[in-house]
C-alpha cells in the first residue's frame, strides 16, 4: 500500500464550481498532515495545516478523519488560478519531520 | 514576507562531477530540509539537519550525499560523483522548532546529469 495515495485525475471544472479532493495514508502514527499546492516545475507551496477538528482557510476546507486515516481538501467557487497539482503529505511518527507526499491531484479550472 | 532561496537554478554537470547546491533557508528557522523530485514523480525527502546535524536521512541519502551549514545563513547539498539518475529537482525547505510545524520551500535546483 502507498504511504500517501491520492487521485491522480485530472479534475476538469468549470470556474465557479466545487471541487472535493481526497487522500488515504497508511501510517497511523502519523502527527501532521498537510495540503501543498504545487504549479508545473515549482516548488511545492504550502496551502494549509490539516488539524483534526477541520479548518477552512477562506474558500478552503480541510477534514482529517484519524480513525480512517483519510483527508480532504474542499475548494468553493473555484478560480482560473486554482488549476495545479494538490499535494497531500503527512510526516511521519512522534518527533520526525520527514514529510511524506503523495503523488498529488491535477486540477484544470476551465472559463 | 520571509522565502527561502536557492543557487543556483539550474546546473547541468556531467556524471561523476561533484556538485553542490546552495540554499538560505528563512532567518529565524532551526530546522532545514533536502528534497528532491525526479521529473513526473513525488517530491521525496532526502534529509533533515538541526542544530549543526542530520537528524534524519532517508535511503536515497548515501555516502554520496552530504549537507553542510557553513555559516550563518547558507545550507549546502553536496554530490559527490553524480550519476544520471540524479537529475532532479532539488528543494531545500525549512521550520521553526515546533513539532510538527509547517515546511517552506525554495524555488527548487534543477539538476541535469549528461
Known amino acids: 500500500r502507498k504511504e500517501v495515495e491520492q487521485d491522480p485525475g485530472p479534475f476538469n471544472v468549470p470556474e465557479g464550481a466545487t471541487v472535493a479532493f481526497n487522500c488515504t495514508y497508511s501510517n497511523s502514527a502519523s502527527q501532521s498532515f498537510f495540503w501543498y499546492r504545487q504549479d508545473c516545475r515549482k516548488e511545492p507551496k504550502l496551502l494549509m495545516s490539516v488539524y483534526s477538528s477541520g479548518n477552512e482557510d477562506g474558500r478552503f476546507t480541510a477534514q482529517l478523519n484519524r480513525a480512517s486515516q483519510y483527508i480532504s481538501l474542499l475548494i468553493r467557487d473555484s478560480k482560473l488560478s486554482d488549476s495545479a497539482t494538490y499535494l497531500c503529505v503527512v510526516n511521519g511518527n512522534t518527533g520526525r519531520r520527514a514529510l511524506t507526499f503523495g503523488s498529488g491531484t491535477r486540477l484544470q479550472v476551465q472559463p | 514576507e520571509p522565502e527561502v532561496t536557492q543557487t543556483p537554478s539550474h546546473q547541468v554537470t556531467q556524471m561523476g562531477q561533484e556538485v553542490i547546491l546552495r540554499c538560505v533557508p528563512i532567518?529565524?528557522?532551526?530546522?532545514f530540509y533536502w528534497y528532491r523530485q525526479i521529473l513526473g514523480q513525488k517530491v521525496e525527502f532526502l534529509v533533515s539537519f538541526y542544530n549543526n546535524e542530520i537528524s534524519e536521512k532517508s535511503e536515497i541519502f548515501d555516502d554520496q550525499f552530504s549537507v553542510e551549514r557553513p555559516d550563518g545563513s547558507n545550507f549546502t547539498l553536496k554530490i559527490r560523483s553524480t550519476k544520471l539518475e540524479d537529475s532532479a529537482m532539488y528543494f531545500c525547505?525549512?521550520?521553526?522548532?515546533?513539532?510538527?510545524?509547517?515546511?517552506?520551500f525554495g524555488p527548487g535546483t534543477r539538476l541535469t546529469v549528461t
Open positions: 532567518s529565524n528557522h532551526l530546522y
Open positions: 525547505a525549512s521550520s521553526d522548532d515546533l513539532v510538527g510545524d509547517e515546511q517552506y
